[in-house]
């Protein structure tokens, strides 16, 4: 196993890159698009009753919107799970996801139990974001299809 192209850096400020390490970033980048890579799948298994939610929620342009979701979802994931362009599908994570956050868990438009399910989505959001964030700013690590293409 080469060593991995995500540095870590200790409290020392030494870098650290080891097989343990690169195993844990793959195991992160697995966990991170499991909700992408579930949401995009159900999304086209029942295309109909997602586009009506849609709808409920006044968009126009359904299909559109829908398949493009669809596309950055499970293309984006995809990228980053195989860490085939992990960079770059962790941007078009980021940009599915910034406008959803915003749109569908607006918890500032809710009170009680609703506000506080709602707020609960949104950070749990931000958590992804912050995970997307260190993919699209270090790369798939050494376990990843760029590595061994690089090789």
Request: proline share 3%; hydrophobic share 55%.
């Amino acid at each position: 196993m080469t060593s991995s192209s995500v540095e870590f850096s200790s409290d020392e400020g030494t870098t650290i890159a080891t097989p343990l390490n690169d195993t844990i970033a793959l195991g992160a980048r697995v966990l991170l698009t499991l909700p992408f890579l579930r949401s995009g799948l159900s999304k086209i298994i029942d295309f109909e009753a997602t586009a009506g939610f849609m709808r409920a929620e006044g968009m126009r342009l359904v299909p559109l919107f829908l398949i493009g979701a669809i596309v950055l979802e499970v293309v984006g994931g995809l990228f980053v799970l195989a860490g085939y362009r992990a960079r770059l599908g962790a941007l078009a994570l980021i940009v599915f996801l910034v406008p959803t956050t915003l749109i569908f868990h607006d918890f500032w438009t809710f009170t009680g139990d609703a506000a506080a399910m709602q707020r609960a989505a949104f950070i749990n959001n931000l958590g992804l974001l912050g995970g997307l964030s260190m993919v699209a700013a270090f790369g798939s690590g050494a376990i990843s299809v760029d590595a061994k293409t690089k090789e």
